[in-house]
């Protein structure tokens, strides 16, 4: 079992930057695909960034790509979200998640374990 606990998120203005992370226990971190989801208020949790086990490949949302940077450090047991020139659309609630398979999904249902969140609140 994984336990993931997500930090770094706060209140910024359009356009700053955030780096959230995920702390990992246990000592299969890196036998995980991990993701990271948002969900804002009223709507359903969407998917952000994936990386695949050994961080090699990557996947991102069409929303967020070229924006955001998706990386983990196995070593740390830590998976990261860069977020650079935020938009008030960026505004939700991040999650971490850890995928069993190792695969890199996009479907929130083939995720196992998942964060508390955190807040990211970006004004305009």
């Known amino acids: 079992q994984v336990q993931l606990v997500e930090s770094g998120g706060g209140l910024v203005q359009a356009g700053a930057s955030l780096r959230l992370s995920c702390a990992a226990s246990g000592r299969t971190f890196s036998s995980y695909a991990m993701g990271w989801f948002r969900q804002a208020p009223g709507k359903e949790r969407e998917f952000v960034a994936a990386?695949?086990?050994?961080?090699?490949?990557?996947y991102y949302a069409d929303s967020v790509k070229g924006r955001f940077t998706i990386s983990r450090d196995n070593a740390k047991n830590t998976v990261y979200l860069q977020m650079n020139s935020l938009k008030a659309e960026d505004t939700a609630v991040y999650y971490c998640?850890?995928?069993?398979?190792?695969?890199?999904?996009?479907?929130?249902?083939?995720?196992?374990?998942w964060g508390q969140g955190t807040q990211v609140t970006v004004s305009s």
């Open positions: 998640a850890a995928e069993r398979g190792g695969m890199l999904t996009a479907n929130r249902r083939q995720y196992d374990y």
């Open positions: 990386i695949r086990r050994s961080g090699g490949s990557t």
